[in-house]
């Protein structure tokens, strides 16, 4: 078993900050790639980041590519989404979740098993 607590959601002007952490327990975390979703109010859950459990590799959804950094500290068990130049239309609840890395396929939700409580982000205009 494996839980997630992600934190560091927050309320922020258009263009500014955030870092989210997500720190995971239980099992053996490094054996796990990790992903970061979103959902907007009245809006499906979306892919925004992920990283395989080596941190070798990155994948990002174009909306966030550019701005949008994930990393991980598997010493720590965290897991980091760095959010720069933030629009409203990133205004969402951001939940970190994790996938057995011998699953391959990095953005589709249905290969995550264990999902963090989720953290709201909020941007004004």
């Known amino acids: 078993q494996v839980q997630l607590v992600d934190s560091g959601g927050g309320l922020v002007q258009a263009g500014g900050s955030l870092r989210l952490s997500c720190v995971v327990s239980g099992r053996t975390s490094s054996s796990y790639d990790m992903g970061w979703f979103r959902q907007a109010p009245g809006k499906e859950r979306v892919f925004v980041a992920a990283?395989?459990?080596?941190?070798?590799?990155?994948y990002y959804a174009d909306s966030v590519k550019g701005r949008f950094t994930i990393s991980r500290d598997n010493a720590k068990n965290t897991v980091y989404l760095q959010m720069n130049t933030l629009k409203p239309e990133d205004t969402a609840v951001y939940y970190c979740?994790?996938?057995?890395?011998?699953?391959?396929?990095?953005?589709?939700?249905?290969?995550?098993?264990?999902w963090g409580q989720g953290t709201q982000v909020t941007v004004s205009s």
């Open positions: 979740a994790a996938k057995p890395s011998r699953l391959l396929i990095m953005t589709s939700q249905t290969f995550y098993d264990y």
């Open positions: 990283i395989t459990w080596s941190g070798g590799s990155t």
